[in-house]
């Protein structure tokens, strides 16, 4: 970074205005039109809602560890996710439209509800899905482990024995890091941190016949399930903490225990326009994130006394509604640690990511030159986790660290793992001199922290750090490399799909391309000037970018097969044809150009894994469109548009879903594939998807889904079953 802040408020102000065009923070992206001015919204009841949509995906999620096909372990992974997926939910949406309330908003949403109405919605629906994941663990889940050996007990069942382990591990482990606060005139309510689980205590004084209110909290630094000396059975943290608390209040009596858990708003509310630095600013609302945000959800063990139960609703501020009462263990989301436990048959097989064809007999030994000549031969499509990380996109980044030809390596990070590959052969590039160019996206919820953190580490070394544009987050998924070859520069890139984060993509489903077209490079550099520079960029030669150009052309794509369907009414060619794949449908433009579409009689598939607010199967509106969603041992997170254009094909894929943010409100890079070989590649991967009867969802008019399940006689196919068995068949593993 070349800008530093100043010790002077007034010099400080006047750098700010220096910073947000050149090292911090960027002039926005040129913004084309915000919507087409010819499309007309469809009518509220052709919509679903947002946040009932998302519940629908979540429930998808819980049946996974309902579903007894599913491996043991697996099931209670699923159990953890559901708990994962509810906290963010209320920390972000359900606090938003509190928020929304809060401030007297009464405007509706695209499906005609106002806030409050919304809320109601979501608290109806809510409670139900909380008593099926209880149910399912405690009833179907936790039983069948201990069939397997592996037991989570209650303090009450153990031996005499067991209870004095725990008691020696209490105060050796446990003991030196409590921290009892008293509630009382001289102690005000304590701050209860977001996420945190917390034990209410009440303890009497034999002295003043007096009554006490303490809160302990839960150390979320040691395991939550602490383990017996067998190794398979369990005893939870806080039944250990609860059944040895005497030590804590020496001469007080323990009457009572209970369990609480509280979410508060964790949304980042930064003023970009008015932060003289970005990065601080956000270092700042993190501190705030974590102390100082209202609650919006209280979790207690349903024995909780009343009192107690109203002197927590009063203190945190929360309404009667805002309260779950749970049957049994509070966050079911540290389950996950317990996917450690080495039982390989109740996990699923193992899957190891396989080298593309092409990359197999290259030289690992040297230093990428064969690699980059594998791509000057034509472009290599990947897709994770059935392709390696490791082996394509990572063995890219580290080659272009270290080849002497290469002059220049430009790369936007959105997320990425805790000790990243990544950013180790970037800090290598700047040490080796070339020039490195990286844009850390700070407001990547929920690795804000994170990413503060590789940011100063990157320049730190050298890279030139910039933080995004002011107004939008930059969500693209690019990673441009410039090589010096004989008497020309010629630009190789990845463009994908999914973070570069190697952890996650050995679980999630993303698809990238390594190229060097001339024409995509150059736009690239188009692009990367506008990220860190000062550039208006309206026009790409082939690439869609948010918000200038993709939404424009999305809507073009859409109506240009109505025409073709048209045409095929008339004269009797190929009709209409769309096949698109994405984590979310939300905009209410690009839905209602799709219902022009579905009117047509475009024939429409939409794999849509999460949010859909589309209604499918609508006589005279949505008959030709159908929707799914698959839910399986991979999270989908590649997005597919692929277009027939009567019979001329034409397929991309990129970082953006069709909703309302990516449109409009993040920088986003979508690139067509041309070579007629990769788009016949994705087009299976589409193919195998739509055929699903063991993973796949099928939403129906009402917002409902039905799971789709094999005939009798009929051959079972699971997406990522049919997908692990192709790469299989046509490559070796990656060892």
Known sequence: MTARKSSSGTSRRRQAKTTSTSARTRTPVAKGKHRSSTVKLAAPEHYLNRELSWLQFNARVLHAAEDE??????????????????????????????????????????DGFTPQEQLDL????????????????????????????????????????????????????????LTPLAVDPAHPFPYISNLSLNLAVVVFDPETKAEHFARIKVPSSLPRFVPLKTGTQFVPIEEVIAHNLQPLFNDMTVQDYYCFRVTR????????????????????????????????????????????????????????????????????????????LDFPKLKDMPWHPVIPPRLQALDRRDDGRDLFAEIQAGDLLLHHPYDSFHATVLRFIEAAAIDPHVLTIKQTLYRTSGDSPVIKALIRAAELGKQVAVLVELKARFDEENNIVWAKKLERAG??????????????????????????????FHIGTGNYNPKTASLYTDLGVLSCNDDIGADLTDLFNVLTGVSRQRAYRQLLIAPTTLRSRMVELIRREIEHQSKAANNGSTGGRIIAKMNALVDPYIISVLYEAGRAGVEIDLIVRGICCLRPGVPGLSESIRVTSIIGRFLEHSRIFWFGNGGQEELYIGSADWMTRNLDRRVEAVTPVRDPALVQNIREMLDIMLADNCQSWELRGDGSYTQRRPAEGEESKGTHAMLMGRSLSSQLPNV
């Open 463 to 492: 890279v030139h750090v910039v933080y995004g544009l002011v107004g939008l987050k930059t969500h693209t998924k690019i990673l441009q490399v410039v090589r010096q070859e004989g008497d020309r520069l010629r630009t190789y």
């Open 69 to 110: 096909r599913t491996p043991l372990l697996e099931r209670l992974k699923f159990l953890a996710i559901f708990t994962s997926n509810l906290d963010e939910f209320f920390m972000v949406r359900v606090a938003a439209i509190k928020q929304q309330i809060a401030a007297g908003v009464t405007k509706k949403t695209p």
């Open 265 to 340: 708003n964790a949304d980042l509310e930064i003023e970009e326009e008015e932060a003289d630095d970005l990065l601080q600013a956000i270092e700042q609302e993190l501190r705030r994130r974590q102390i100082g945000k209202s609650a919006v959800r209280m979790e207690v063990s349903a024995s909780l006394d009343d009192r107690i139960r109203e002197r927590l609703q009063m203190e945190l501020e929360l309404q009667e509604r805002d309260i779950y009462a749970i049957e049994g263990l509070l966050g079911l989301n540290d389950l996950m640690g317990l996917m450690k």
């Open 122 to 177: 979501i608290f109806e629906t809510l409670r139900p899905m909380v008593t099926r994941q209880q149910e399912c663990f405690e009833k179907q889940v936790r039983p069948a482990l201990e069939t397997e050996g592996i037991r989570i007990r209650n303090h009450a069942e153990l031996t005499a024995a067991q209870k004095k382990y725990l008691h020696e591990y209490f105060e050796a482990r446990i003991f030196p890091v």
